[in-house]
Nanobody, 120 residues
Framework: QVQLVESGGGLVQPGGSLRLSCAASGSIVSIYAMGWYRQAPGKQRELVAAFTIGGSTNYADSVKGRFTTSRDNAKNTVYLQMNSPRREDTAVYYC??????????????WGQGTQVTVSS
């Protein structure tokens, strides 16, 4: 069993900063990809930033230059540093991972989501 747990969401002012964390735990053998998605009310879930299987990082055009993702492999944790957030960044942010667990193949896992609200 693998769990992804996000933390760090909340209310942030436009132009401020916020850091999200996502820790993977459980019977993990390998993490192939891990990153962040978000879903705003009435919209589809979309990619924000993610480390790919090849080790590169992808960002949504709307967050390039403002958001940065990083990871701590020893802790199976990824972070999303949100600088200069805008009101349109308000959404539930989800952590996602492609992870191989003990006695299982590679599965796709989601965290429970953390609300980020950008408002003054």
């Amino acid at each position: 069993q693998v769990q992804l747990v996000e933390s760090g969401g909340g209310l942030v002012q436009p132009g401020g900063s916020l850091r999200l964390s996502c820790a993977a735990s459980g019977s993990i053998v390998s993490i192939y990809a891990m990153g962040w998605y978000r879903q705003a009310p009435g919209k589809q879930r979309e990619l924000v930033a993610a480390f790919t299987i090849g080790g590169s990082t992808n960002y949504a055009d709307s967050v390039k230059g403002r958001f940065t993702t990083s990871r701590d492999n020893a802790k199976n944790t990824v972070y999303l540093q949100m600088n200069s957030p805008r009101r349109e960044d308000t959404a539930v942010y989800y952590c996602n991972g492609e992870i191989r667990a003990i006695r299982r193949g590679v599965d796709n896992y989601w965290g429970q989501g953390t609300q980020v609200t950008v408002s003054s």
